[in-house]
């Protein structure tokens, strides 16, 4: 589940980037990336039990959820000159095409599982649903030689050593030519942990480290990194061109926007009403929980009748009826999709419509 430790981790790999940038790194980028990093992996998994919780389902799911955060780039969060203190400001132009919405979503994702993984007692990698590696199983493939002497160290140590001093080299030709000692290096590494003895590094738990490594730090960093240089240099200038008319549009995702509210207030109901099986299927029969699932779903349901009110209020083109929609949508954001509501209804185009009625 989200939790604030997603939320601290998200900030401490995005602040010293920003120190580092000297605040030219996107901030788009980094609220997809920090949206991802605490809810993307968590957002369907909260309906329904579906493999969408594991690193493969995600990327899969990341595909379709992707498309919101594209879409969003569009908008900014800026000073409201009246009424509420901020607001969604449409600048017309996405920043990130879907392919960097993509690598930037699945970049979150990878790192939220790293919380889940390290940080929730007995939870492991999980690769697919029903197919996960736990971290004594990692630690367990290098055999029963932990922390042994042996003479094979010594080929170890040399390639430790060989590879420290030409990262020196390396480092100042640049990252295409770092990058291939870091290939040799590692694939060589692992050659002879396969194929000679893991007591080449003292028996240390080497294939752990190198899986972590890849899937938590290396591959999120460069997603990341490979989305703010490609939007840098070669930013998107071009303004999005309407496909559909925004008054037809807008009586669909009315219509979108009543299914969302009443799923949410049926939703919120059972655990008003059914608190004891949430309970259950959570694994618990507390009593001071299930009083918890029946405050949390009273709230929700404030929320969820927003947006269905808000909803049905939209095809009367009235500012308070988008303007409760807005809320309720912004705050389902633990649920992914339906931002992209509040999005669509800070439009230029839509908001003149609005306006023109009002």
Partial sequence: MPTFGHLFYGFCLLLPLMYYTRNKFSYKIAFVFMVNNIYGPDIVGLYFVTPFHSILGFLLLAILY???????????????EKGFPLKFE?????????????????????????????????????????????LE????????????????????????????????????????????????????????????????????????????????????????FYVARNVEEKPNEVADVPKIKRTTLLKIVAIIGIVVGLFYVLYSSLAIFMSDLIASLVGTSDPAQIASIQVLGFYYITFA?????????????????RYLVIIGCSYFLIFGFPLAIAFFLCEKEVKEIFNKRD
């Fill in 137 to 224: 199983e990692m630690l367990d493939w290098s055999g029963l030689a932990y922390h042994s002497v042996s003479v094979y160290m010594l080929i170890g140590e040399t390639i430790v050593v060989i590879t420290l001093l030409l990262s020196l080299f390396f480092f100042m030709k640049g990252f295409k030519d770092t990058a291939k000692l870091f290939a040799i290096s590692t694939a060589l590494s692992v050659l002879l942990l396969v194929f000679l003895s893991t007591e080449t590094f003292g028996g240390e738990r080497e294939y752990a480290v190198l899986l972590c490594s890849a899937v938590y730090i290396l591959a999120p960093l460069f997603l990341l």
């Fill in 305 to 321: 009748l927003m947006i269905l009110i808000g909803s049905i209020g939209l095809f009367f083109k009235k500012n308070i009826f």
């Fill in 66 to 80: 992707s498309l919101v955060f594209s879409y969003g780039s569009r908008f900014s969060l800026v000073r409201s």
């Fill in 90 to 134: 449409d600048s017309g132009i996405r920043e990130l095409n879907w392919l960097n919405a993509y690598c930037v979503t699945a970049a979150g994702g990878l790192s939220h599982f790293f919380i889940d993984q390290f940080f929730h007692y007995g939870t492991n990698m999980t690769i697919w649903e029903g197919i996960s590696i736990s």
